[in-house]
């Protein structure tokens, strides 16, 4: 039981506090996961790949892992704010590479692990803003995965499939069959 005004007081306050808190964290938090409006496309699929919602459910295992000790890879992608630096780093055991990504001032590296078809290869790494990191990965000649990672968040944030033109084109239900129309 609460003996004095002052201490009533004292509890008031602290309770205000972090009732404004809680708000607050959770209106960011959810601010930072789902946009009001989904970015543009910087690989200019065929479908629209940013369409809300997002999804992760073709890559459920995808984590991102902190990693020990140094790691090297190519063609480095710095985020427009210089904070990050994404590269893929190709391995033995999967001659597909992983995606890092490193924070610049403080040199921690992260390696997305988990994503489905680790032979196949990582491409067109970029960023959509300071703390998202676009990529795809292709499971055959004309269909892939594009995927957006939240570095802030530390995880997966989209796993989208895609065609390209040429599958989209004659997997259509109104392409050229041969025959003469009508028939």
Same mark, same amino acid.
């Given at each position: ?25 959770? =209106? %960011? ?8 409006? !989904? ?13 809300? !919602? ?14 020990? %000790? ?18 893929? =780093?190709?391995?033995? *055991?999967?001659?597909?590479?992983? =995606? ?5 001032? %403080? ?21 959509? *803003?300071?703390?998202?990191?676009a990529f795809d990965r292709w499971s055959q000649p004309h269909y892939g995965i594009h995927y957006v990672l939240d570095v802030r968040q530390r995880?997966? =944030? ?5 065609? *390209? ?10 392409? *050229? ?7």
């Amino acid at each position: 039981m609460i003996a004095t005004a002052k201490d009533r007081a004292t509890w008031l306050r602290t309770l205000r506090a972090l009732v404004v808190l809680l708000f607050t964290s959770t =209106v %960011g938090r959810a601010q930072h996961t789902a946009p009001a409006t !989904p970015p543009g496309d910087p690989h200019h699929h065929v479908v629209p790949v940013h369409q809300l !919602p997002w999804t992760t459910e073709l890559a459920p295992d995808a984590r991102l892992v902190r990693l020990g %000790g140094p790691t090297a890879g190519a063609d480095s992608v710095p985020s427009p704010d210089g904070r990050w630096r994404a590269f893929v =780093v190709d391995r033995k *055991d999967e001659p597909g590479g992983r =995606v890092c990504v490193e924070a610049v001032p %403080g040199g921690a590296r992260y390696e997305l692990r988990g994503l489905p078809l680790p032979y196949r290869p990582i491409s067109a790494l970029v960023w959509l *803003d300071s703390t998202r990191l676009a990529f795809d990965r292709w499971s055959q000649p004309h269909y892939g995965i594009h995927y957006v990672l939240d570095v802030r968040q530390r995880r997966l =944030v989209l796993a989208a499939p895609f065609p *390209d033109e040429f599958l989209l084109r004659h997997d259509s239900p109104g392409r *050229d069959t041969g025959r003469p129309r009508g028939s």
